[in-house]
């Protein structure tokens, strides 16, 4: 199994940038597709973003189209996220997943698709 520790969190104003990391150990990531979520109180976890294993396809959700990229290290075992142009609505608790044995080229943005997670790292934008 993989373990997964999420770190890069914060307190910001709106308009400033955070990149995300997810560390593993354990496995490799380098067969595993990835995503990172989040929750804000009250509301239901969602994607964020989701990657497949060669990197090369990329999903989002739309409201951070354009400000965040997902991204992989398979030499660093990592997955960021880089978060640019942060608004309050942003503000939540960030999780990362890994999903095992991921079909050919496919990445995930269903929560229930994913087999391992991290403890999530709190990411907090003041207007």
């Known amino acids: 199994q993989v373990q997964l520790v999420e770190s890069g969190g914060g307190l910001v104003q709106a308009g400033a940038s955070l990149r995300l990391s997810c560390a593993a150990s354990?496995?490799?990531?380098?067969?595993?597709?990835m995503g990172w979520f989040r929750q804000a109180p009250g509301k239901e976890r969602e994607i964020v973003a989701a990657i497949n294993v060669s990197g090369e396809r990329t999903t989002y959700i739309d409201s951070v189209k354009g400000r965040f990229t997902i991204s992989r290290d398979t030499a660093k075992n990592t997955v960021f996220l880089q978060m640019n142009s942060l608004k309050p609505e942003d503000t939540a608790v960030y999780y990362c997943?890994?999903?095992?044995?991921?079909?050919?080229?496919?990445?995930?943005?269903?929560?229930?698709?994913?087999?391992?997670w991290g403890q999530g790292t709190q990411v907090t934008v003041s207007s």
């Open positions: 997943a890994a999903k095992s044995q991921p079909a050919s080229g496919a990445y995930y943005r269903n929560p229930r698709s994913y087999d391992y």
């Open positions: 354990g496995r490799t990531l380098s067969s595993y597709a």
